[in-house]
Structure formats: C-alpha cells, structure tokens
C-alpha cells in the first residue's frame, strides 16, 4: 500500500505536505518561542492534566497569543524583526503562522475525529438494524443535510456566540451526516455476507458482530472522507474566522489573521503580506489533505485498483 | 416516474417540518431576552425594560418547550433533579407529547412572514431580504450558466483527450480549486485586478452609474438586477460598468463548483469512454464524434446532473464570503455583517432563506434525474 502511494508524483506531493505541516506544529515552540516561555517545557507537547498526572506543577501559560510590537493600526511590511510583516495592530505574521499550524491540526482533528466517530456510530446502528431505526435516523440525517453548511454551522456559531470552540461544535453539529450515510450504505451491504452469517452462526452478539466484522470492513471510504475533511474542516473554521465568529483578536489562527484584511480591502495591493502568507498556509494545508486523500482512495478503493486514471 | 416523485413530495413536509423544529432547538440556546428580537416589527419596543418582560409574557417565550403529557401526573426522580410530567385525563393511556406552544407560535409568525427585526439593515428581516434578494439573483444567475456548460466541456475533453497535456492541466487546475479557500482566492482576485491592474472595482456599481441607477427620473426599475434593467432602459454605459463589477465575485464564486463539476464530469466520462457499448459503437464503424456525443456523453452526464444540484450548495455557502470581500450589497453580505454583529434574526432569516432554495433545488434535481435516468424510476 505505502509502494503504492510512493509511485504516484500527486500522493507524494500530497505526503510531503501533510508532513511538512506536521512538522511545523510539532516544532512550533522552537521555531518560534512565546516571549514568555512555558514551564515546564515539556507541557508545549504534553497536555498539561497528563504532566499534573505525574506529579509535575503546570503554569498556565497561552503560547497561542501572538506577540504584538505597538498597538499601530496599519500592518507594515516585512523587515528583519518581523520577515513575514506585521497584521494591522502589529501581530507578528511568522509568528501566528507557526502556532496557527497547531491551531489548524486542533482543529481539524478535534472535528474530523468527532464526525467521524458519530457518524460511523449512527451510521453502523443505522445499516444494522434497519427498520424503524434506520428511518428515524436517516430522516434525521436527511433534516441535517437539508442546510447549506457553512450557512448553518455561521448560524449555530452565532447563537452560540464567538469563540474557535463554538466554530468547532457548529462544524461537528453539522458535518456527522455525510459520514452517517456513508457508513450506513456500506454497512448494509457489508451485513448480508457469508462473514457476518458466520459469526451470527456462532452465537456472536450484535455489538460483536458491529464493531468486530461489520465496521473493520466498510471504515476505509469513511477514512477518505475524514482524511478529505482535514483539509476542508480547517477551510471552513477559517471561513467562519473570516467573518468574524472564531477566535479573538491576536489569537494564532489563519483565518482571524485574514479576517483583518476586512478593514483594507481596496489595499490589498499595498498590503500583499497579510493576504498571502496567511493564504498560502491555508492554500498548502488544505491542498496537502485532499491530495492524501485522493491518493488514500485510490490505494483503499479496490474498485479503482489496476486502473490507471 | 409518478410514484417517484410522489414519494419525494411526500417527504418534503417533514424535511421542512424537520428543519423549522431544528432551528427552533438551536434558539433555545438562547435567553428569552436575546429570542425576542424574532418577534417584533417595532425596534422601539425593546428599549423599554417593563415592555420586555410583557412582551416575553405575551409570546410566552418562558414556556417549557416539550410538553409532555401521561394521563396521570408522573414524578420521576433523576437524583439531581425531579422531572415532573403533568396529568392530562383526556391523554390515553399511552403517553404523549403535545406540541410546544412556543414553536408553534414562533412557527405562525414565520409563516405569516415576521422574521423579526433586523439590526443590521434597521428594517423588519423579510423586507431586508427583499431587498437584497436582486442583487445576489444576479450573481447566481452569472455564476451557473458559464460554471454549467464550460464545467461539462472541459470536463468531457479531458476524458476524451486521456493523459494528454490538456487532460493533465484541467487536473491541475481543478485539484487547486477544489483546495483553494474562497475567500484567499477572492482577495487575490482584488489585490490583481483592482488594486494592481485597476481592471474590475468592488461593489455593485461605480459612484456615477449608481447615481444613475437610483435617480427614478433617468431610469426604470424593473428587476432590481443592474444588468438586465440597465438593458432595458437602453443604458449601455451603464450595462457595461455593472458587467465590470460582477466579473470578480463570479469568478470567486463559481471556480469551486466549477473544479467539483470538470472532476466528476472527467471520471465519469472516462467510466463510460470503457464501456462495452462504447466499443460496439466504434466497432460498428460509427465517427468518433458521434460516439462521444450520443452513445458516451448521455450517460456520464447521469452523475453531472446531481453534481450540478451538490453545486449550488456550495454557491449558497460561498456567496456568503464573495459578497463580504467584494463589498457587493447582496444577502450573503447581509448575512455576513448580520454573523459579525451577532444578530441572530438577520442570520436565521438568511438561513431560513438559502434553506428553502437548497431544499426546492434538491426536489427539482431529483425529478430531472429520474427522467434523465430510466433506472431510478425502476427502483
């Protein structure tokens, strides 16, 4: 499978970015260390409720917060102390593109994995046992579907008031039915073969047979689907950044570090460097995911195996 | 085919029933302070703090939401708090819900078309849509036609022209735009051709066309969409100048579905260029032209049809962003300012809005892939 994925130049693209991003996260303290650096240091990796576990004293310490350089309004380009230049109220560019790539795997894991984890849940019940759960649980689906997303995840974001966390609810709120459908279409098919009889045969009681037959068979289109949604689930916490509803002011994030080009937008011109590394990163993250996840569905998709596209 | 349709209009009562109590769930959220402003008509109404709490009163926006009923009163005891049921005699034996009166209510005045009163425009939400609805038509209507037919050629040429340099660049090309933010693209877009190269300018109209436009004397109003009334009034100028503005959000708006539609189209041809039947038809000595026209063309368009449907989500989605960047007084830049100020009778009208279009869009994109798919109806 990883053979696979090496020979193809779109996967391995693909690949190199996901790693380079991970990369910068991991290495983010370093690259760019908080003025006032955590203690221990250890916590920039580990949660912190893991160190206080082992007996070890945590400060509270927010390495998020973008360091500013004055309060000036206007942002101003790049020099030697800022190489990427400075937001309007002089947040640091590099800076916040650095920790901003933790922000972005914050955020898109946190929702890929909770869609996820619904959907395959709902979606196993779903195909499973069919009938009237089934119904129920697809018209529930089908209300859910019903809105466009991002419309609906800006009016629960809004109810719900501003805040990346509140981004994230609205995202999961609104993204576990895709993945509830799709698992539920493969569940059903998956339930009629000889393997599921077989196991019904012995005596095996249905969560068994869901979670040990059913569902290691028919997870791998969901695992696309997740890893497409990395990239998509990120654009859209940055859209809703955009606009206003994600995190304060001078909180490492894209999206918030786009969303003050809202007060220049016929300066664009002069003022590139807030658009384009920001943009950029959102650019290279997303296209980094989907390329994966293109590559994931043809290595995963035996339908597509032999087949050259 | 009747039985079909039957069956997708049936569903459609509890689709929109669905998401009107969906949406009146996530405004419970909220305090009945905050529900209020979905009511009123009158902003003046909300100043006075003793005229709040009537007004609560009056649209009883302090009721439980569920109410249920068993025929006897119920106590059940949780350890942290005691739910109490009340009895209704009349209720069977079986217990039931009745219907919130409080949705109900708020369901009455959506229905009789209070939105409530919206902040962001000072005027009651409905009107405000109104009056912002021509201007995002005129988008949407620029946006499909050309994101439709140069979707569905490029994406049948790159299938038919397979591993060449053109099948390779419209692959490219449309795994970027599927990647590229909307919003990144769009102030690219501005940063090039208006603040760079000055080419196309944001909002809907320059200052003398506008001036033009809103003096009744000089021009008739008939649509409310720029181009096509300027066209009537014989206003070429002015036909021009709103051409120049709506080049940039279509642009913006269009290229994620457009990428979505050449990759479908492209795979989908490429599905059906192996089929036997294609081959039979080439074997049969038929023109290669005609071949992809008539036998591979009518059925890779199968898939393109629901695709074309999935697109207008992401126009809904995205005029909402393009609107905000290119300062074009639409819906999508009401809803924007609306999210940024919190204002949730503006937001929900918009959603109220774009849902209906999505759902009614849905049903027609159905019914078009039953009749252009003989299969479905055999289902």
Known sequence: MIKRLLKNPISVTGLVLVLFFTLIALAAPVLAPPPRPCQPLLSYWVPAWILEGFGQKVQPCNPYKIPQDGRWATPKPPSEKHPMGTTAYQYDILYGLIWGTRTAFNVGLTVTLSILLIGLVLGALSGYYGRWVDELLMRITEIFLAFPFLVAAMVLTAILGRGLDKVMIALVVFGWPTYARLVRGEVLSAKEREYVLAARASGASDFRIIFRHVLPNTIYPALVLASLDMGSMVLSAAALSFLGLGSGTGYADWGQMISFTRNYLTDLDEYWYTVIYPGGAILFFVLGWNLLGDAFRDVLDPRLRGVKS | ?379
Request: with cysteine; glycine share 6%.
């Open chain 2, 1 to 379: 085919m009747l039985a079909y349709i039957a069956r997708r209009l049936l569903l459609l009562p509890f689709i929109v029933l669905g998401v009107t109590v969906l949406i009146f769930l996530m405004l419970q959220l909220l305090s009945p302070y905050a529900r209020l402003a979905l009511y009123i008509q009158d902003p003046a109404q909300l100043k006075d703090p003793r005229q709040l709490e009537r007004l609560i009163e009056l649209y009883g926006l302090n009721d439980p939401v569920l109410v249920p009923f068993t025929h006897r009163p119920l106590e059940i005891s949780l350890g942290f708090t005691t739910l109490r049921i009340a009895g209704d005699p009349d209720c069977g034996f079986i217990c039931y819900c009745h219907c919130s009166p409080q949705y109900l209510r708020w369901l009455g005045e959506v229905v009789r078309g209070n939105l409530g009163w919206s902040e962001t425009d000072k005027m009651p939400v409905l009107s405000a849509l109104i009056s912002r609805f021509p201007a995002t038509l005129e988008l949407a209507i620029f946006a499909i036609l050309p994101l439709v037919l140069i979707g569905v050629l490029l994406g049948v040429l790159a299938a038919v022209y397979h591993n060449r340099p053109l099948d390779h660049t419209t692959r490219i090309l449309s795994i970027m735009g599927y990647a590229f933010p909307t919003f990144v693209f769009g102030l690219l877009m501005l940063m090039l051709f208006y603040g760079r190269l000055g080419w196309f300018a944001p909002e809907r109209l320059t200052q003398w066309a506008s001036d033009i436009v809103q003096n009744p004397t000089l021009f008739t109003r008939f649509t409310g969409l720029n181009t096509i009334d300027a066209l009537l009034n014989g206003r070429w100028d002015v036909f021009f100048n709103a051409l120049s503005h709506i080049v940039l959000p279509v642009l913006t708006l269009s290229y994620v579905s457009w990428a979505l539609i050449v990759r479908i189209t492209r795979s989908a041809m490429l599905e059906t260029l192996r089929q036997e039947y294609v081959t039979v038809a080439r074997a049969k000595g038929q023109r290669e032209l005609i071949v992809i026209l008539k036998h591979a063309c009518r059925n890779a368009l199968i898939p393109v049809a629901t695709i074309s449907g999935l697109s207008f989500v992401g126009l809904l989605n995205g005029v909402v962003i393009t609107e905000t960047i290119f300062n074009y007084r639409g819906l999508g830049k009401f809803a924007a300012d609306a999210a940024y100020n919190l204002d949730i009778p503006s937001v929900l009208g918009f959603t109220l809005f774009s849902t209906t279009i999505l759902v009614a869009m849905n049903l027609l994109v159905d019914m078009l892939y039953a009749w252009i798919d003989p299969r479905v109806r055999l289902d």
